[in-house]
């Protein structure tokens, strides 16, 4: 598999104004934080008021002040998101705008739901390698929070907003893979938030559109995501012919802690070695291995050398992992 010459430059994030404890859950729900603590390894999350651009902006500036470089400077911009307030214009657009960034750049969202940095990470990264971008800019963002039915326990205690960006260069010593990227139907809808939209064309009868949230079938995904990390780990470590052991860290989606314990039992590597915040920021969907990146970023885990494996896995059903060499 080729290693492409990239590096990531600079690392930003932005969480939600108001921390939501899971004491602050009880008032609102029948749950209990033992139960959450318990079954998903989640203690607080954030939540917004801001935009999802606004909440992905700051992240983007954050970002550039790490990499020491200026926002005019980007060549392309990808936001992986599913909770953006509209669908035109595209969130990237609207990230620029609140920037006011003057290059007039390509900038596109994908929707991978909580695959989505993966698959936006190696879009960035073909299209460095196949084009004249110097630097480009990923972000994953979601505001959840609006999309979140707050009467339902089983929905309402696992989701957090938040956004990660990191900043990519083109460099003769930087390592990052090509990824490994899948997708299958979701045949039994288990991973679920459908457009509330009330069509009003004229030429057929238009049933009344009710308000409808994120739906998931829990204990479904849970089995699919313990199927498909498994997957995603070894057909890359296969592809790079490395083993499991050289690997310093495993970055995975932050969506239950169960998950992520199953696996390091399953590949007997020190739970150490998987990369956990989801704690304090509950399921950020696109945004969580950025968000993670940033966080193990600024706990100065990432040295020269650092070897690890990013993988997403979620609505679509999607699933992918990348390999990065830290220069
Ligand atoms: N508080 C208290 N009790 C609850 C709560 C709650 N918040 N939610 C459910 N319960 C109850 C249920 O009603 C059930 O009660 P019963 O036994 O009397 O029927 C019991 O707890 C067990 O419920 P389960 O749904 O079986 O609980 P489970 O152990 O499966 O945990 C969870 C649920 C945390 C959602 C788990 O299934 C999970 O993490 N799934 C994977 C989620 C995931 O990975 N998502 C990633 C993708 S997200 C994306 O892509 C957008």
Excluded at 5 to 13: A, D, L, Q, S, V
Excluded at 44 to 56: D, G, M
Excluded at 160 to 165: E, Y
Excluded at 183 to 196: G, P, R, V
Aim: charged share 20%.
């Amino acid at each position: 598999m080729k290693q492409q010459g990239i590096e990531i430059i600079g690392f930003g994030k932005n969480v939600g104004e108001k921390v939501v404890t899971n004491a602050m859950l009880e008032k609102i729900v029948d749950t209990n934080d033992e139960w959450i603590v318990q079954r998903t390894g989640i203690k607080e999350r954030t939540v917004t008021n801001q935009s999802t651009a606004k909440l992905a902006s700051i992240a983007l500036e954050n970002a550039c002040k790490n990499a020491n470089i200026s926002l005019e400077k980007l060549d392309l911009l990808v936001v992986s998101t599913t909770s953006s307030e509209h669908i035109m214009p595209p969130t990237s657009g609207v990230i620029l705008k609140e920037l006011g960034v003057q290059k007039q750049i390509p900038a596109f969202d994908i929707n991978v739901a909580c695959s989505g940095f993966v698959f936006a990470l190696d879009i960035a990264r073909s299209s460095m390698m196949d084009g004249s971008y110097e630097y480009v800019a990923v972000i994953g963002v979601e505001k959840y929070s609006q999309y979140i039915d707050w009467t339902d326990r089983q929905t309402c205690i696992l989701f957090g907003d938040g956004a990660g960006c990191v900043i990519l260069q083109k460099s003769k010593v930087g390592k990052i893979s090509e990824a490994y990227l899948k997708n299958k139907l979701d045949i039994n809808s288990s991973l679920h938030l459908e457009a509330t939209i009330q069509s009003n064309c004229p030429f057929f009868e238009q049933p009344k559109v009710e308000q409808t949230y994120m739906k998931m079938t829990g204990q479904e995904v849970f089995k699919f995501a313990v199927t498909v990390i498994p997957d995603a780990m070894s057909k890359l470590l296969e592809q790079l012919d490395i083993t499991v052991d050289t690997i310093d860290y495993f970055v995975l989606h932050q969506a239950n802690s169960r998950i992520l314990d199953f696996v390091a039992k399953k590949y007997k590597v020190p739970q150490e070695k998987f990369f956990m915040n989801l704690d304090i920021y509950g399921n950020t969907g696109a945004a969580s291995i950025p968000l993670a990146l940033a966080d193990m970023e600024e706990r100065n885990l990432l040295k020269s050398g650092t070897k690890l494996i990013l993988v997403g896995f979620g609505g679509g059903l999607s699933w992918g992992s990348i390999y990065i060499e830290i220069p």
